[in-house]
């Protein structure tokens, strides 16, 4: 719960990707397996992840999360961490 703080609350740039989050929360009703089972939210989240998405896109583009999730966190993460070496032994990279 820690990590989900600070909240912050503004308006949104695309509400389409709000309309999605609403789709994806009434989904959770059509869930066959049940929540409290060892895969429980797990199992949910690989299931929402395999669900296509079609948020402010041009066209016909459809984005599946399980696939786009780990290229834009890739990006992000190539973003965010240093080319160069820190001089410090302890730290890896």
Same mark, same amino acid.
């Given at each position: 719960?820690?990590?989900?703080?600070?909240?912050?609350?503004?308006?949104?740039?695309?509400?389409?990707? =709000?309309?999605?989050?609403?789709?994806?929360?009434?989904?959770?009703?059509?869930?066959?397996?049940?929540?409290?089972?060892?895969?429980? $939210?797990?199992?949910?989240?690989?299931? =929402?992840?395999?669900?296509?998405?079609?948020?402010? $896109?041009?066209?016909?583009?459809?984005?599946?999360?399980?696939?786009?999730?780990?290229?834009?966190?890739?990006?992000?993460?190539?973003?965010?961490?240093?080319?160069?070496?820190?001089?410090?032994?302890?730290?890896?990279?």
């Amino acid at each position: 719960m820690r990590a989900m703080h600070p909240v912050i609350i503004a308006p949104t740039v695309d509400r389409s990707v =709000l309309g999605i989050m609403v789709d994806f929360a009434k989904a959770v009703s059509y869930y066959s397996a049940d929540l409290r089972s060892d895969r429980g $939210l797990m199992g949910l989240e690989d299931w =929402l992840a395999k669900t296509p998405c079609h948020a402010g $896109l041009a066209g016909d583009r459809v984005v599946f999360p399980d696939r786009k999730a780990p290229d834009l966190l890739r990006a992000r993460w190539l973003v965010d961490t240093p080319l160069q070496p820190t001089g410090d032994a302890n730290v890896v990279h």
